[in-house]
Nanobody, 127 residues
């Protein structure tokens, strides 16, 4: 049985930093591309960043580029999202998702690509 579990969400002041973790089991972690999505109250879920199984520059949403960094540890079955200079607009539930395609293509934001999802971790940024 596949399990995907996010952690690291918290309440933080604007300008602060957080590191989210997503650990998976029951699958061959390195075969998948992994992405972070987020959903704010009343908003649609949006793609934040994606990590391919091969080295390369990860794609990011324009709103987080140069502030967030996605990374992965295949041996530890974990993908991370380092978030710096957080803004109130970053407040959302953050989800981790796995796609059975090794690369983050131009369609990486499409939720239909992702086979496994976690239940999310809450990030709240106060002004």
């Amino acid at each position: 049985q596949v399990q995907v579990v996010e952690s690291g969400g918290d309440l933080v002041q604007a300008g602060g930093s957080l590191r989210l973790s997503c650990t998976a089991s029951g699958l061959t972690f390195g075969d998948y591309s992994w992405a972070w999505f987020r959903q704010a109250p009343g908003e649609r879920r949006e793609g934040v960043a994606c990590s391919s199984r091969l080295p390369g520059a990860p794609p990011y949403a324009a709103s987080v580029k140069d502030r967030f960094t996605i990374s992965r540890d295949n041996s530890g079955n974990t993908v991370y999202l380092n978030m710096n200079n957080l803004k109130p607009g970053d407040t959302a539930t953050y989800y981790c998702a796995a796609a059975p395609y090794g690369l983050c293509t131009a369609a990486w934001r499409s939720e239909d690509r992702y086979k496994y999802w976690g239940h999310g971790t809450q990030v709240t940024v106060s002004s």
